[in-house]
């Protein structure tokens, strides 16, 4: 099945999915650039990282999208993905579907092979957070899915994440891009 290609800030994403995540970037005031320059890696070939993410604290985080249907990256594609990381020490976060209350596979510089370490978004510094032993705790686990996420509600999402997350979760997950509407963040 071929995604819809679609237009948000002037930016042509290759999918809905992608520009869901531009609303998202955005609401949290997050810098990003999408496929804005492409790299040639020495093992793994040509790679063009869908996401730059520049936060306040200017550290450089990449980030690729992968659709709601995938939550597993090939074996091919995390390969280029560590060596990207390790390349540009930075780290690498693997957004599957649209922006949800939920943790994503993160590629730290210089991971050994098959280790993964799982971040989430918050509004306020670091941003974006590896996920240590306390929020390992909180986390639950879908066994339809494999995916962790908060069962948070509201109330909790804005106290644990802050109000401006909880915003941009709902500013992306309905934007809505039919008949040249733009979200609003």
Same mark, same amino acid.
């Given at each position: 099945m071929r995604t819809i290609e679609t237009t948000y800030r002037g930016c042509r994403f290759?999918? #809905?999915?992608?520009? #869901?995540?531009?609303?998202?970037?955005?609401?949290? /005031?997050?810098?990003?650039e $999408? *496929? *804005? *320059?492409? $790299?040639i890696l020495s093992t793994a070939g040509c790679y063009l990282p869908d996401f730059r993410l520049t936060p306040p604290t200017n550290e450089t985080i990449y980030c690729e999208v992968n659709s709601d249907g995938a939550d597993d990256f090939d074996d091919q594609e995390v390969g280029k993905l560590r060596e990207f990381a390790s390349a540009s020490r930075c780290k690498v976060v693997l957004l599957?579907?649209? !922006?949800?209350? #939920?943790a994503y596979n +993160?590629?730290? !510089? /210089?991971s050994r092979p098959n280790s993964f370490t799982a971040a989430f978004f #918050?509004? $306020? *510094?670091? $941003?974006?957070?590896?996920v240590d032993a306390y929020w390992? +705790?909180?986390?639950?686990?879908? %066994? %339809?899915t494999g995916r962790l996420h908060?069962?948070?509600?509201?109330?909790?999402?804005? /106290? %644990?994440?802050?109000?401006?997350y909880v915003d941009a979760l709902y500013a992306a997950r309905g934007a809505r891009f039919e008949h040249g509407e733009s979200p609003s963040v």
């Open positions: 290759r999918s #809905r999915t992608e520009a #869901r995540w531009a609303v998202f970037f955005d609401g949290l /005031n997050l810098r990003w $999408y *496929e *804005e *320059e492409g $790299y599957t579907g649209g !922006p949800d209350c #939920r +993160q590629i730290l !510089p /210089n #918050r509004d $306020y *510094e670091p $941003y974006i957070v590896t390992f +705790q909180v986390l639950k686990l879908d %066994s %339809s908060f069962d948070f509600d509201e109330r909790t999402m804005r /106290n %644990s994440f802050g109000r401006g």
